[in-house]
């Protein structure tokens, strides 16, 4: 007996441990810090965003940080990846820190997945409220059906006070008024309760008496058919049928308290409008691009030419949510992530004013420690080994052009 | 000490240790149960079960039954055909709820702060308590397939309205219409479970006009009795005893 009895034990003991496994096993995403791990043309050829502004970098909770900007979906999206025609604005946060209490593109609210054409800018805004205190890095993100998740750039946003200070009210079409964070939670757990005491008192009356070994011998000796007695039998019906009755029943109840219900709420939406920017009046060409490995620096030869009646200088490259600054035309003032800024990151080698009608071929050189800190290095190892960005250009009166380049990178190794 | 020789000296003694053997076996059966079908069960109910933006009146009241029936069918095999219990399916759906519920409340509210309106398993015991008394009342394999399978589909949906109906009442917000799960789903941020892979009010119901829930429904129970069949069969397949010589059954 003690040796049945030991193994009876080990072997509960490997259930248990297997049951807490299982239970253990599975909590929604919580991280949000895949940017780096991201293949580095995903980043660069898929989404840029860029006139990013995250409205308050501490906020207290129920308070509101909005996170706006524009996103250009790349026209040379890559084929790896399927386009963009079913595609989610999200937010990349640990989990609900925030509540996403309203996300738009162009003007649109979009709760659910929108379609997104190559080649278009768009402007968007998300608008978080604070939930849960602490530190957080919170990006932009968006998700693409087929291609999975697009991360944006991140900035730490910190969250003060307390989460049970938290607060999400809600007015219903039928004139309710009721806090969504807590509704209905007391009805879960009663219902849930009533049902499994429900259960439980059906396991008790068959655990109660003598289980498995006399039963077991009854039905080897086959006496099996004096195992369930007529007490029994009106035991069970009086479960099933008080199961059922009890469900018409609360089916009825139900609706009678709650007579508005409507279906859950879905479809793609379609028929967002892009932000109607100028054909730029500078045109740029790739003459060649190559990326030094040791210096941590890409160099591209560009022929540039100014159709505009302003004469311009370039001031910015962006890829990847990286921005390379040429101090001496752009300094940044909106805040925008350090480990993302290269502030002198951009150098030209003639960058004077481009006057109107001329065209100059330029050495353009970005570097900074960025390109490995973010892994877009990386691209050197792609099947498809091309770089893509924006290029930004700045006339006399500080009008901005955004151009984009699209090109093959060569990489150097000496 | 010879095989023959007894373990027990007397009645009471013999009944004493049948009766720690009966809890010690329950308590096995329950725990290695709750660690299977809860797996089984979050690999292929998933999402529909986790979130509240997921129970629509379409494929959370078609896909859920179908795949819960599986160990309820096949322990009510082994309980029923061994020992004549009518308790299987009640024991797997009160070790899955069980284990659901440490899971919702320690990872998804606990560590993740899902709220748990949002995050709460599906109702599944009056469709168990169908099943056992079904099988017990019957002592047919087959009629409890068809009557008791058509059964868990059927009563899946009423079981679980009490506590989803409050979250299906609308609400206009910036302009657009919601419920409120489907606000929940949108307020909360999933940053792994974008909105689009949520698989709800799909499908070629529409044609049955508003009221798609019982069809749904039906058509659930139906192929619950496809499985319930395949996994009774499993059930037996997997208690049987051929591997020792001396089988009494
Ligand atoms: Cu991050």
């Not at chain 2, 029936?69 to 322990?75: C, D, E």
């Amino acid at each position: 007996m003690k040796i049945i009895k030991d193994k009876v034990a080990s072997l509960s003991f490997v259930a248990l441990l297997m049951a807490l496994t299982a239970a253990m096993f599975y909590a929604p995403t919580a991280s949000a810090h895949g940017e780096k791990s991201q293949a580095a043309f995903m980043r660069m050829r898929t989404i840029h965003w860029y006139d990013l502004n995250w409205s308050k970098d501490e906020v207290a909770v129920n308070e509101t940080v909005t996170i706006s900007g524009k996103f250009h979906v790349f026209s040379g999206w890559p084929e790896s990846v399927d386009e963009p025609d079913v595609s989610f604005l999200n937010i990349g946060i640990p989990g609900p820190v925030f509540i996403r209490a309203g996300s738009w593109i162009g003007g649109q609210l979009v709760p659910r997945s929108v379609a997104l054409s190559l080649g278009e800018t768009y402007d968007f805004k998300v608008l978080l409220k604070a939930r849960r205190p602490g530190d957080w890095h919170v990006h932009t993100m968006m998700n693409v059906q087929g291609g999975g998740p697009i991360i944006g750039p991140g900035k730490w946003v910190t969250i003060t006070g307390s989460m049970s200070q938290f607060v999400n009210p809600i007015v219903t079409l039928t004139g309710k008024t009721l806090d969504l964070e807590t509704y209905n939670i007391g009805n879960i757990y009663f219902w849930h309760a009533v049902w499994y005491a429900v259960g439980v008192a059906w396991m008790w009356y068959w655990a109660k008496g003598p289980i498995f070994i006399p039963r077991q011998l009854a039905v080897a000796s086959g006496k099996a058919n004096t195992l369930i007695s007529a007490g029994d039998k009106k035991v069970g019906i009086a479960f099933l049928v008080g199961t059922i009755v009890a469900n018409a029943v609360l089916m009825g109840t139900t609706n009678e308290a709650y007579p508005v219900t409507t279906p859950l709420q879905a479809g793609t939406m379609r028929g967002i409008i892009p932000l109607e920017l100028p054909v730029p009046s500078v045109s740029v060409v790739v003459d060649d691009a190559t990326y030094r490995v040791p210096g941590r620096a890409m160099q591209m030869s560009l022929t540039i030419t100014n159709n505009g009646d302003s004469s311009v200088r370039l001031g910015e490259f962006m890829t990847a949510s990286v921005r390379f600054l040429e101090p001496n035309v752009l300094e940044d003032e909106t805040g925008y992530p350090d480990d993302l800024l290269a502030e002198e990151g951009l150098t030209v080698s003639d960058n004077s004013p481009l006057a109107p009608g001329e065209t100059r071929s330029v050495s353009v050189t970005a570097s900074d420690a960025a390109w490995e800190v973010y892994r877009l290095a990386d691209l050197i190892y792609d099947p498809d080994s091309r770089f893509a960005g924006l290029l930004f250009f700045f006339d006399e009166a500080g009008n901005r052009q955004m151009v984009m380049v699209d090109a093959p990178l060569i990489p150097s190794f000496i | 000490m010879s095989a023959s020789q007894s373990a027990v000296r007397s009645r009471a003694e013999a009944v004493a240790v049948s009766r720690t053997f009966d809890w010690m076996i329950l308590f096995v059966l329950f725990t290695a149960v709750l660690g299977g079908y809860h797996i089984h069960f979050m690999l292929t109910g998933g999402d529909w079960d986790f979130w509240s933006d997921w129970k629509d009146r379409r494929l959370w009241v078609t896909v859920v039954p179908i795949v819960a029936i599986t160990f309820p069918a096949a322990v009510q095999a082994c309980l029923w055909w061994r020992y004549r219990l009518p308790i299987g399916a009640t024991l797997c759906v009160l070790a899955l709820l069980l284990g659901e519920w440490i899971n919702r409340y320690m990872n998804f509210w606990g560590w993740t702060y899902f709220p748990i309106n949002i995050c709460f398993p599906s109702q599944l015991i009056p469709g168990a308590i169908i099943l056992d008394v079904v099988l017990m009342l019957s002592g047919s394999m087959t009629l409890t397939a068809v009557a008791g399978g058509l059964g868990w589909g059927l009563i899946f949906y009423p079981s679980n309205w009490p506590v989803i109906a409050p979250l299906h009442q609308p609400v206009e917000y910036n302009g657009m219409m919601f419920t409120l799960a489907d606000l929940s789903g949108y307020h909360y941020v999933r940053t792994g479970t974008p909105e689009y892979i949520r698989m709800v009010e799909k499908g070629t119901l529409r044609t049955f006009g508003k009221d798609v829930a019982p069809v749904s429904a039906f058509f659930s129970g139906f192929v619950s009795v496809i499985i319930y069949f395949l996994w009774h069969f499993f059930g037996k397949w997997f208690a049987g005893t051929g591997f020792i010589a001396d089988d009494a059954s």
